[in-house]
């Protein structure tokens, strides 16, 4: 055990941040950032109110990163994090995380690839094992990828192919990216799956995986020191890597509108999405975009629901949503159309609450809402651990700011009702916009049909 | 969370676990025999399994027979409310209007006598709070709940307590309703899992009550002002509820605020209807719905389980774990790590006062079901053929009761282990000796439970999918009998 080593002389930089936000001084999240020589960011926030913990490894890599025709790559390499490592069997983190009371498991979206476990405060060193020897040493064989391969196949049938609406998904993002970065969906296509190899494997790990292209954030009943003492044990003797080259996320300009209308055979009512190009977050504009979303979509009080489902009866349900990417977001609105209504009515419906929010009066309690939204994310990470840790690394990793845990919410308070009319104004716009329309396909003989009518 | 992300944006290794039972702390784990895991045992585990004592609910009754139960929590400025009316779920609907309870449920938030559906709305938004009522289609319970900061506390109990006392349903809402949840009978018959629950409930439970698990159209046909009114009325009475609160808050504190909110609800003195047991299927039977272009079979195997009180179950809750609690159960082992076909196979069980269900649940691509269904059921006779080995059972047991530590992060977990104490009548130290109960299961128990309730004559077999990929192989377990994704019979 190293544990009574002076924890300075491993690290290459120490900044210690105490946090005092504004007007919440009593739960500031208070955590120690520092890096390790090879590059690894570590962050360790102590919450003594239970006996658990949360550790989360943030590496800098995402389905963005992926080469043309190896779409689902980074996520396929996410599952095979778990067949196995130098010290680690096939299967063995999972066991021994769930074998000792605890809960686990990894993620992939556009921007990184998260492994995360909550834990009894007693097995801090398993974690840390765990993840340093798959950063490490990770085993890479042929059967692993193919075992792999078809559960992450299965994974897409039955979260796409099996599910009404599935492949809308995937066009919104086909049709409204030019970049490749996000033109493709995360969990990739069947061909793409197929067609990835050992070697690919090999070089995605040795790119990625590397201590200077993560974050290692711990949160809950530890001690900051002891446990700065034993991560430079684990990781502290893995080797820096080159710099991997992030991604170019930007978009060229859009001149026109888009659209497109599919058929989907295991629909019955017919959808209608509408996606614009929006700021990266993260930027002043994307908060207010934010605001914009929850206008139109937060509670059942929301414009869209009040007026396109409650109001115009046209839709069963009508959302607006404004997703988190380091690139340029996609900014939705999607509406399900309801019996009997047509889905050129809804659409009409959806643009003319956006075309309301640019010129129509935005409400004192509509603002309200917003600014009180922003205290809620808050508060809701204070009661998790794994949310924290999850937070501070993603913070740490998207824009080198893990105090927004604590500052966030605030951001929402800055923006008035005039901000929310510039943004939408500006991103809206119809040039910027792109229509899906998914019909349900006419059924074939036999096929399901609505069993209430 | 209140930001929500497209369908396809994040993607996981496991899908999320499933609850594995009813109640009991929910973790999941085992260890793995299949050949899809290899334990090189070098890693370092700590052999204690930590002593952890489970934080104490404080409880009182208010004057009207409301029983409260607080956890406090004071790491951030919230408070969470929930009020379980015993009698107002769905297993009281009238036999003729199966989803009454649901309807009344869905409808007490639609304006009350002094505030219309937009104005409790608005008021609830603009403080990001919320106010919300259900009632499981065979549940005993309806659930009044409600969250916001705590500065806003005492608005957010006024409306709770204004939308459970009194609702007004105004008819406008009601057709509203009508409209909006005849477009979701169509929507839930898209989805191979509901078709699946659907088919197996009926095959474990036929006409009972525990067999509902959506409202019928029948019923929604028929619903008038007049019906919710009096099942308000008749239903949602002080006498048999739990108001249970845990957050930002003390015992003090929510039992002023309550009496202050709820101090006029009067009490009815009626009793309720004792629950019956339904009668167990006669045999195994074989059930396939048919879903055209599905590329993935939706397998379920399922039985009738126990009662809440029922000495088993804790021998079950332990059997459960091994077969398929999670992603180290012998399910996930065998059908996705050792052979690929699907994303993730599992089982779970609730209990209820009479008896409750257990099922196996995985989701195969289409041209696999005949190996897939066969490998599953093989998995269940395993457990009633042979004893769980030393070590298999040692780390279920490990990681069950090492799991209850996990629990302790969450106040609500918390909460909900003594509303479960409280409904069962379970023993006060219930919780207390959770632990040594878990340890003291042997091989014997877990072997004797798998095979009185996992018993072969009594697997019910569900299969929703293409029909050509599917019928052949259930046709090799016996007779097939047919179902449209209408829910009707076909030949």
Known sequence: MSGSRRVSAFLFAVAVVLVVPIGAADTAIKFTDVKL???????????????????????????????????????????????????????????????????????????????????????????????????????????????????????????????????????????????????????????????????????????????????????????????????????????????????DLAEPPHTAERRSTIEDSLARLPQVDIAWITPPAGTPDFDALDVVSWVLSSGRSARLNQVVVREKQLAVFASANNPDKRGPGLFQVSAQVAPGKSPADVEAALLEEVEKVKTGPIHDWEIDKAHNNGVRQQAAAMT?????????????????????????????????????????????????????????????????????E | MIRRLSAAAVVCAFAAAVAVHGEAPAQQGNPAKAAGTVLKGRAPVNKDVLKVSLPKAQEADLSNGVHLIVVEDHRAPQVFFQMLVDGAGGYYDPPAMAGLAGFTAALMREGTTTKSSEQVSEVLDRLAAAVAVGAGASSAFATVSGNGLTANLDTVLSLMADVLMNPSFPQAEIDRYKARTKAAFINQRTQPGFLAQERLSQALFGDHPLSRVAPTPAALDALSREALVEFHKAHYVPDRAILAVAGDISLEQAKTKSEAVFGGWQKSGASIAAQTAPASPAAAT??????????????????????????????????????????????????????????????????????????????????????????????????????????????????????????????????????????????????????SRIEAITAADVQRVASKYWAADRLQVVAVGDQSKVEPALKKLGVVQAFGADGKPIK
Do not use: C
């Open chain 1, 384 to 452: 998790s651990t794994l949310q924290r840790a999850i937070q501070l690394g993603e913070y740490a990793l998207f824009y080198d700011n893990p105090n927004l845990v604590n500052t966030r919410a605030a951001t929402y308070e800055k923006v008035t009702a005039a901000d929310v009319q510039r943004v939408a104004r500006k991103y809206l716009t119809a040039q910027n916009r792109s229509v899906v329309i998914t019909l349900p396909k006419t059924a074939a003989a036999g096929a399901p049909t609505g069993g209430a």
């Open chain 1, 37 to 247: 020589k090879n590059g690894l960011r570590v962050i360790v926030s102590e919450d003594h109110s239970a006996p658990t913990f949360s550790i989360a490894v943030t590496y800098n890599v995402g389905s963005a990163d992926e080469k043309v025709r190896r779409t689902g790559f980074a996520h396929l390499f996410e599952h095979m994090m778990f067949k196995g490592s130098e010290n680690v069997g096939p299967g063995e983190h999972f066991t021994l995380v769930f074998n000792n009371g605890g809960n686990m498991n990894g993620t992939t979206n556009n921007d990184r690839t998260l492994y995360f476990e909550t834990l009894p405060a007693n097995q801090l060193d398993l974690a840390l094992f765990l993840e340093s020897d798959r950063m490490k040493s990770l085993d890479i064989t042929k059967a692993n990828l193919d075992n792999q391969r078809n559960a992450v196949q299965e994974e897409r049938r039955l979260g796409l192919d099996n599910q009404p609406y599935g492949n809308t998904y995937e066009r919104i993002d086909e049709q409204a990216y030019d970049n490749p970065a996000y033109k493709h969906s995360v969990i990739g296509s069947m061909d793409d799956l197929n067609a990835a190899s050992v070697d690919d494997v090999a070089t995605f790990f040795k790119t990625y995986y590397a201590p200077n292209n993560a974050v290692l954030s711990i949160v809950g009943d530890v001690d900051t020191k002891r446990t700065l003492a034993l991560i430079e044990k684990y990781f502290g003797p893995i080797s820096r890597q080159p710099q991997p080259k992030r991604p």
């Open chain 2, 286 to 435: 074989v059930s396939f719905v048919a879903r055209p272009g599905s590329v993935q079979t939706s397998l379920r195997v399922g039985t009738q389980s126990l009662e809440r009180t029922n000495a088993d179950y804790d021998a079950l809750t332990v059997a459960n774990r091994v077969l398929g609690g999670g992603p180290t159960g012998r399910l996930f082992s065998h059908l996705r790590e050792e052979k690929g076909y699907t994303y993730g196979a599992y089982s779970s069980f609730n209990a209820t006062r009479v008896v409750g269900s257990w099922s196996a649940s995985t989701d195969v691509r289409s041209e696999v079901t005949d190996p897939a269904l066969t490998d599953l059921l093989d998995e269940i006779r395993q457990m009633r053929a042979v004893p769980v080995p030393d070590k298999e059972l040692a780390d279920t047991k490990k990681a069950l009761v090492a799991g209850f530590a996990l629990s302790l992060e969450s106040p609500n977990a918390i909460l909900n282990n003594y509303i479960e104490r409280y409904i069962y009548k379970l023993p006060a130290d219930y919780w207390d000796t959770y632990p």
